[in-house]
């Protein structure tokens, strides 16, 4: 009986450490793309920035 337990708590071990790796990978994607973005709107902003600069006497 306890051999039975034991094989059941591995298993539902296992398949909390899936869960729990699949979770974090998917926060991981958002912040990596929320990083892009960032660093698209800051390169938009000196690129614009410096039309600006140009443009006043």
């Known amino acids: 009986m306890k051999r039975i337990f034991t094989g059941i708590g591995a298993v539902l071990l296992?398949?909390?450490?899936?869960?729990?790796m699949i979770i974090l990978g998917a926060l991981r994607l958002c912040l990596e793309?929320?990083?892009?973005?960032?660093?698209?709107?800051?390169?938009?902003a000196r690129i614009f920035l410096v039309f600006v600069r140009v443009g006043t006497p």
């Open 14 to 20: 296992t398949i909390l450490k899936w869960i729990a």
């Open 33 to 44: 793309l929320a990083k892009v973005t960032l660093l698209l709107f800051s390169l938009v």
